[in-house]
């Protein structure tokens, strides 16, 4: 029996079939799940249909996670669909373009501060509390976050604030839903060729850098994190919660990779 088998999962952010949350989805259906959608905006709406009927989704449903009204809206009509939920994906992320441009200090404004942590992590703290009277003992929320929290990367600058907020968001959910049964997680992916990776200046380069450091010598793929995900997701993963689990060919163990040294 698939692991995931009689399992609820919502999973939202997919955007295109080169989306990691598109990846998880596919991993999860895999593995028995029944899954549902979520896309933001009119505009996305046909490509997400798209996407969720090659899965077989239960649904599709409209949710802006900047909106609370929206949000509570899709527990509500989530709850027409199914009588519980066992899982949450959280694939959201934004800060404006011009926020990742140039070095931070340079780029930083209010605005989009505010916006790049009201998308990129209240959306996960807002998302977990309107799920959780769908969720019973077992449950998992899982997000996914990169290693920009912890080191400075060029032209990632207010997105590295906001993913150092949404691992701390983790924590404090693992804590605050730990009665409950339920487990937060969150997988650090390396840099994938993703429409959001499209906004970075000079992605190419920084994944040719990764390529060499990391000890596999290659970049991971959307395929890898959805199996670490649906691992998460799953019973096999009762005993952890809180953790940031890095799936990223191991880059964030090294300091100066060998590679470097040989040329």
């Not at 939920?85 to 505010?114: C, K, Q, T, W």
């Not at 409950?180 to 040719?208: E, Q, W």
């Amino acid at each position: 029996m698939s692991f995931l088998s009689g399992k609820n999962i919502l999973i939202t952010g997919i955007a295109s079939e080169r989306s990691i949350a598109w990846g998880i989805a596919q991993a999860m259906r895999r593995e028995g799940a029944q899954i549902a959608c979520t896309y933001p905006n009119e505009k996305m709406k046909p490509r997400v249909e798209g996407l969720a009927e090659k899965l077989g989704a239960d649904a599709v449903l409209p949710c802006d996670a900047a909106s609370d009204a929206e949000i509570a809206e899709l527990f509500s009509e989530l709850g027409k669909k199914w009588e519980h939920l066992d899982a949450l994906v959280h694939s959201i992320a934004y800060a404006p373009r011009e926020e990742l441009n140039g070095m931070f200090l340079d780029a930083v404004s209010r605005d989009g501060f505010n916006t790049a942590h009201e998308i990129s992590s209240y959306s996960f703290a807002a998302l977990a509390r309107a799920a959780r009277p769908m969720m019973r003992a077992g449950g998992a929320l899982l997000t996914l976050t990169y290693i920009g929290s912890l080191r400075a990367m060029p032209g990632y600058n207010v997105m590295g604030l906001a993913k150092a907020s949404l691992e701390a968001n983790v924590r404090y959910l693992a804590q605050s839903l730990g009665a409950d049964g339920i487990r937060v997680n969150a997988i650090s992916a390396g840099p994938i060729r993703t429409l959001a990776a499209s906004g970075i200046a000079n992605f190419k380069k920084m994944l040719a850098h990764f390529e060499k450091a990391a000890p596999l010598g290659r970049a991971i793929t959307i395929e890898e994190v959805g199996n670490a995900a649906a691992f998460l997701c799953s019973d096999l993963a009762s005993g952890i919660t809180g953790e940031i689990t890095y799936v990223d060919g191991g880059f964030s163990t090294v300091g100066i990779s060998e590679r470097f040294i040989a040329e």
